[in-house]
């Protein structure tokens, strides 16, 4: 049994590790030219610090230790990822406004169709992989098929939150292959997206060098945004504990959310053992949901000037930067190594799938300034939405395609779903109670759909002034 102080041990050395890559990857420029992370290199950092690398070729340093670490640290860090997980998902949409359906649609659908059926292919794709090779080949348990969507779509937050519900579905080792597979999506979304924005450079498709002179600047939009921001700031009651406070009512609701439908299946469905799906779901998509339902009622209150979304986002992003140097520090390389073949196919088959849909669909679906918006959801479909965020501000560095807004508002159709989201985190109980054909024949299904929607209705439809109105035309140019 772990102590408070223990705990509170391996908390502090996560923090030294991402302070001491953050002072280190401002003299590594390679580091800064692919924009990885502090929290991703801290946590590679301990990676190779731990028992599989330093502990294997030298040593432990400490009685009962895991390499450079105390064996408490090492304990503490393998339970953190999923609890702080559920902090992050809990606090996504707490103090940030929640428009209407229709608003959003209008605004983002071509690009929720992109998306969509990027996420709901990876399993298509997962899976088929799967069953044709992973599976009679290589003994690989068919709930691989899920991986490349948790791993990719739901990045490394989804992967670590997701270790408990392999483990109880006696696939472990998916925990590592997923984390592993959010690693090598992350660099390939940055690094390919930027060969991608190269590329439509020269073939004048963007001008990312249009604004870039004057990129630091904030554009007049922009400014009126940050001065909205810090007469907001001025107004609101800001002090850490109550937002902590929040998250946490968030995380309860969540929490009550998952236990009452649990519940419900244990007395219908589930009964005499039946088919049980919810048992294996973890927290975080609740607490997601918890956090929606909270902002909703702050919203309806009249409360939601007392409720800072830059705090919102800093304790979701300290959330989340704890998360990945944790769980990067306890991967299982020996997992990796010994699916080394199995990884590298659907890492490939990830990237392959991504590729497709932005250079055929994208260009098909989204009626104007597509390569600005899709390729947005090439990175988020490769990495997390900041790689996304990131490839969009690289491609269009003043925002004059309106990619950010349309992309920000594309999240709320998208994320209480896939990429870490309900089906998300349910895929892989699906697959186990179901079976691997059940849920491909589903997401084909889901698959082909959003394509036929997308090319039948935004398709054939053409911006009316850019402005998220739409009239009757011919096909997206």
Not at 120 to 133: E, R, T
Not at 183 to 196: K, M, Q, R, S
Not at 225 to 250: N, W
């Amino acid at each position: 049994m772990l102590t408070v102080g223990q705990v509170l041990v391996g908390l502090m050395w996560i923090g030294l590790l991402v302070l001491a890559c953050s002072v280190l990857r401002t003299r590594m420029l390679w580091a800064r030219r692919l924009f990885l992370p502090s929290s991703l290199l801290a946590g590679v950092v301990a990676l190779l610090a731990g028992p599989e690398v330093f502990g294997a070729l030298f040593g432990h340093v400490f009685e009962d230790g895991a390499g450079l670490f105390p064996g408490y640290v090492y304990d503490t860090w393998s339970a953190l990822p999923g609890l702080l997980i559920s902090v992050v998902f809990a606090a996504l949409f707490l103090g940030k406004p929640i428009p209407g359906l229709r608003a959003i649609w209008l605004r983002a659908g071509p690009q929720v169709v992109v998306g969509q059926t990027m996420a709901w292919g990876q399993y298509v794709v997962g899976i088929l992989l799967a069953l044709l090779v992973l599976t009679p080949v290589f003994g690989l348990s068919p709930m691989a098929g899920a991986l490349i969507e948790i791993g990719f779509e739901g990045g490394h937050g989804t992967a670590a939150g997701m270790a408990g519900t392999f483990e109880d579905l006696g696939f472990p080792e998916g925990a590592d292959l997923a984390l592993g597979l959010a690693t090598v999506g992350l660099l390939a979304g940055v690094i390919g997206g930027t060969i991608l924005i190269n590329i439509a450079a020269r073939r004048g498709i963007v001008s990312p060098e249009s604004g870039s002179d004057d990129a630091a600047r904030p554009s007049v939009e922009e400014q009126a945004e940050l001065e909205k921001d810090y007469r907001h700031e001025r107004s609101t009651t800001d002090p850490l504990s109550v937002h902590l406070g929040l998250v946490g009512l968030a995380v309860l609701a969540g929490w009550a959310l998952l236990t009452a439908l649990q519940a419900l299946e244990s007395a219908t469905w589930a009964r005499d053992g039946g088919v049980e799906i919810l048992a294996h779901v973890p927290l975080f998509p609740m607490a997601m949901v918890g956090g929606v339902f909270i902002q909703l009622v702050v919203m309806r209150l009249g409360y939601e000037e007392h409720v800072s979304g830059r705090t919102m986002q800093r304790i979701s992003g300290f959330a989340l930067d704890f998360t990945i140097v944790a769980a990067l520090a306890t991967l299982s390389l020996q997992a990796l190594g010994e699916h080394l073949v199995p990884f590298l196919l659907l890492a490939a088959t990830g990237i392959a799938w991504s590729l497709l849909v932005l250079m055929v669909l994208a260009p098909r679906v989204i009626p104007y300034n597509w390569f600005e918006r899709g390729v947005g959801d090439f990175g988020q479909s490769m990495g997390v939405t900041v790689t996304g965020v990131l490839l969009m501000r690289m491609a269009d560095p003043r925002n004059e395609s309106g990619a950010l807004e349309s992309f920000g508002y594309k999240q709320m159709l998208f994320e209480p779903i896939v990429g870490g989201g309900l089906f998300t985190a349910a895929s892989v109980p699906l697959i186990y109670q179901f079976g691997p054909v059940a849920v491909l024949i589903g997401t084909a299904v889901v698959t082909v759909g959003w394509i036929i929607f997308g090319l039948l209705y935004f398709g054939r439809m053409v911006p009316d002034g850019g402005r998220g109105r739409w009239r009757p035309g011919g096909p997206a140019q």
